[in-house]
């Protein structure tokens, strides 16, 4: 099939959601062709063979989300997100054929230049989970097409960005611990924050990220290297020290228990997610009550909203993210629409902030 090859369906062309694909692999630009154009609303408008012929198509093709794949020879899938995003914004899906810790840092630094989210490769056909995991690729397009863009300038990619004046406020030496809940565009948001942070801090932080399955420990590793913080994927007892980080694992609750112990729960999603933020918020405000402050950033749906205002309401920190700075204001709009958070912030104002509750 030729890069700018289109696979027309009988739905109309101004209804479908335009899709690019970017792959080094035939077999694998076969199989995402074959899978997205089984569904009417989907069209495949142009097929890149690489990452350098994928950033030259997306200006003509102009699609409404792309998918790209991570390791590609010459431009890999990182460094051609980064160069659409700076050019010509567009919903990028990195698909993904392996969760190792090495691809999945890769994975996570085009997340931190404006990849939306990580999908798992659908399997072959013939595969037991082939309509499954095809399923989760249409699924995830469709959501990521819908979502707005913008154009994302060079910067460093341990940088804290330009934060702006923060109003002070009193400080606080009673804090024993941070939670922070993210979804969609979480893992920049996140990076940001910490990079800002001291790294003598004196709480830990545990964070839920909603993200593929069996890509938690590149996102552990990934935020290591780009927050110069120890992350660790949370361990079921665990008591969390000041200065560490905390991820929840892939498919598993993660909260803390009345000894300030991590605990992880393998039961009943919440809203189709496991790890949830509501129930890490909802521990954090049973253990530590006054003693707590909780993040919850950019992300679609709900997730979080309710249980932090739980947090506030035992006299906890509660910050969301602002509508500005947020790729998706779902969630942490929601919080605010319910009285949830005591502060409204960007990621680069969340820092500062944090210092100053430190006194720093």
Request: net charge neutral; proline share 6%.
């Amino acid at each position: 099939m030729s890069a700018d090859a289109t696979v027309p369906n009988s739905q109309s062309a101004a209804s479908r959601i335009r899709v690019m694909v970017v792959d080094d692999s035939p077999v694998i630009r076969e199989l995402l062709i074959y899978v997205l154009k089984q569904v009417p609303d989907l069209q495949v408008v142009g097929v890149a063979h690489n990452g350098e012929q994928g950033v030259a198509m997306v200006g003509d093709i102009r699609p409404d989300v792309i998918t790209m794949d991570i390791h590609m020879a010459g431009m890999d899938g990182f460094e051609a997100a980064r160069r659409i995003m700076e050019t010509r914004a567009t919903p990028i899906v990195i698909v993904s054929g392996s969760s190792s810790v090495t691809e999945s840092v890769t994975v996570f630094r085009a997340l931190a230049v404006g990849a939306l989210t990580v999908v798992r490769r659908p399997h072959g056909l013939g595969h037991p989970e082939f309509a499954s995991s095809s399923k989760g690729l249409v699924e995830t397009v469709r959501l990521m097409a819908g979502v707005k863009v913008v154009r994302r300038w060079a910067r460093s990619e341990g940088g804290a960005g330009n934060a702006r004046p923060v109003t002070p406020v009193p400080a606080r030496s009673d804090v024993r611990i941070l939670a922070i809940g993210a979804s969609t565009g979480g893992p920049a948001a996140i990076m940001t924050i910490l990079a800002a942070l001291p790294k003598d801090m004196p709480f830990p932080v545990l964070i839920v990220q909603h993200i593929c399955d069996g890509f938690a420990a590149g996102f552990g590793e990934w935020l290591t290297r780009a927050s110069g913080f120890p992350v660790h994927i949370a361990a079921a007892g665990e008591l969390p020290l000041p200065g560490h980080v905390y991820v929840a694992p892939s498919g598993f609750h993660m909260g803390v228990n009345g000894s300030n112990r991590i605990m992880l729960d393998a039961g009943p999603s919440e809203d189709r997610l496991r790890p949830s933020v509501a129930y890490m918020f909802r521990s954090v405000a049973a253990a530590f009550g006054r003693h707590s402050v909780a993040i919850l950033l950019t992300g679609m749906g709900t997730d979080g909203a309710e249980a932090l205002k739980l947090i506030r309401d035992r006299g906890g920190t509660t910050i969301a993210q602002d509508e500005a700075s947020s790729v998706v204001h779902g969630m942490p709009g929601e919080a605010i629409r319910r009285g949830a958070a005591m502060h409204v912030l960007s990621p680069e104002n969340m820092g500062p902030f944090l210092r100053g509750l430190q006194g720093k």
